[in-house]
Each structure stands twice: as C-alpha cells, then as structure tokens.
C-alpha cells in the first residue's frame, strides 16, 4: 500500500476476497452488487467500462426494466463509501459509462502481472534467482481465489483466467527453483500445490522430480501411482505422455535426471566435469589394480608346493 499525491495510503485486493484499505484500515463495501461494480472496475482500473457492461456483469444476463436507474444508485452509493475512505470523486462519469481513476500499482491484480512481466525479463537475462524473487512476491499478494464470494458470470470468468494465471506463475517459479538446485526447500510446497490442483501434470511432474533430486525415488514413483489412479477413478483417462516417461526415466535412473538443469557458473561447471574425469580416471586405475592383485594372487598359489600347504 503507498501513498498518493496527499499522503493518503490506500490499496484495492481482488486477489481474494474484495478488500479496500485506506490509511491502514479496511473500509467495507456492502452489498454483492456494489462488490461486483467495484470489481469490475479495478478489473480495467483507468478504462470506461459501458452502461451495458456493467449491468451485465452485475445482473448476469437477468438485468430488470430499471437496471440503468439502479446501476446509477449503485454507482452513487460506491462513491459515497470510497469518499468514506478519503478517495472522493475517483468515479467519473463518461459518455456511455464510468471509470475508476486510480494508479493500477494500488491494485494487486495489476500489481501482480507486473511481477510476472518482470520476472520474464529476469529470466530471459538469466537471473533466475531474481526471477524467484519476483515470482514469489507475485504470489504473495494472493489471499485466496481470486474474487472470492461474487458469484457474478462475468467476474467468475475473469477470475477463472486469473486463478490460471497464479497456478502458471506457481509452476513457473518452482521450475526456477529446481534449476537452482532447491529441491528439498520446495517439496513441501509443491506437495501443498498439487493437493490444490490436483489435475496439473506440471505441478506432479516437478513434485516427483523435486522427490527423486532428494533421494525419495519411491516416494517420487509413489506420486505417479496415485495420480494414475485418481485420473482412471475420476476422469477416466491415464496420465499424459510426459508424466508416463518421467516415470520410467526415475526407474531407469536416467543420467539426465541426475542434471536437473541446476544453474551454475561456468567455471562450476567445468570444475566438475574435471573432477568427474578424474574420478572416472581413479575408478578405471582401482579396476586395474584389482585385476592385477587376482592375476598375481592365481599365479602365487600356483607355485606354492602342496607339502607346504
């Protein structure tokens, strides 16, 4: 939350339950309709949104023979609660509809997208580390489904997109992390994330690798069992093609497994391919060595005489 040109802090959540907070406290908005108005509103902050719209989103296809008289009380009775919380005269009406005239970094819903164009910018410049950080402060901002409790069509579809949009950045930073090499911090989280969204393959995919990284093989197979199962219960349908071959490639032990895309320096990654030379130079010499003692022990025995035995 930051102050405006007055001093005045000030901040709109949708990313949950509706919220208004002004100058440290919350200020309620009554009333599913205004709720919807206001959402709707911070949706497309500094746009005109029509007449028509409006009353869609708020009477959902059922609007009465006065909804345009209605919509004007609704919109009065919003005005008068955020001049409550000491945002007077940020409604203005226009033309064919009305507008919200707040900056879109006092709503966490264009707060968040932000974060996540930024975090892109990270990653493609090879930050991941930053890009994890700014990945979780967008997921931060979040207090539950987005919307929560409006059961308006038109918001309950936008915040449907929204809600895909959190469980694609979830995925995105936990891919991030497993590049970094974080797999035992993450595994409680992604066993958290996928009891949430049970039917995203991505989610259980990076939980069976985080699980395999940290030497739960059996545990990592487990997971695929029981997606496997709940899929043929409740869908009818068998794993996808990815999920199936990350399965066999944890039984197989498979050598690109072991890489797990972690991200280090250059000179870290030449160092231990040095080293994983030399180790394999080592066992070759041990191998060796062995087979030598054999070979001297079988010609030893062979010329000891049998009296002496």
């Known amino acids: 939350m930051q102050p405006d040109a007055t001093g005045r802090e000030f ?23 205004q709720q919807t ?31 345009d008289a209605q919509l004007r009380i609704c919109v009065s009775r919003l005005r008068r ?23 879109e970094d006092r709503v966490d819903v264009h707060r968040f997208r932000d974060l996540l164009e930024r975090a892109g910018r990270a990653e493609a410049d090879g930050d991941a580390a930053h ?3 700014l990945l979780r402060t967008a997921l931060s901002l979040w207090r539950g489904r987005a919307a929560e409790g409006l059961s308006s069509p038109l918001v309950r579809a936008v ?10 950045a979830l995925e995105r930073c936990f891919a991030l992390e497993l590049q970094l090499g974080r797999h035992h911090r993450i595994i409680p989280e992604l066993v958290a994330s996928t009891a949430e969204h049970p039917f995203r393959e991505g989610l259980h995919c990076q939980l069976m690798t985080a699980l395999y990284h940290a030497g739960r093989q059996v545990d990592a197979l487990n997971v695929y069992q029981e997606v496997k199962r709940r899929f043929s219960e409740e869908l009818g349908i068998d ?30 990654r030449t160092r231990l ?26 010609h030893h025995d062979a010329r000891v005489p049998s009296e002496a035995l």
């Open 273 to 298: 391919a040095a080293l994983e030379r030399e180790n394999a130079s080592l066992r070759a010499e041990r191998q060796y060595i062995g087979r030598l003692m054999v070979r001297l022990m079988a």
């Open 131 to 133: 890009a994890v950080r």
């Open 81 to 103: 609660r955020l001049a409550d919380g000491g945002l007077p005269d940020v409604i203005s009406t226009e033309a064919h509809g009305y507008r919200l005239n707040v900056p």
């Open 239 to 268: 794993p996808s093609q990815r999920l199936r071959a990350l399965e066999m490639k944890i039984l197989a032990q498979q050598p690109e497994l072991h890489d797990g895309g972690s991200v280090l320096p250059h000179e870290a």
């Open 11 to 33: 901040s709109f959540n949708i990313l949950g339950p509706l919220e208004f907070t002004s100058a440290g406290e919350e200020i309620p908005i009554s009333g599913a309709r």
């Open 37 to 67: 108005l206001l959402t709707l509103l911070l949706l497309d902050v500094g746009r005109t949104l029509t007449g028509a719209r409006l009353i869609d989103g708020i009477w959902g296809g059922r609007a009465p023979q006065t909804a």
């Open 159 to 168: 915040a449907a997109r929204l809600d895909e949009e959190r469980a694609g």
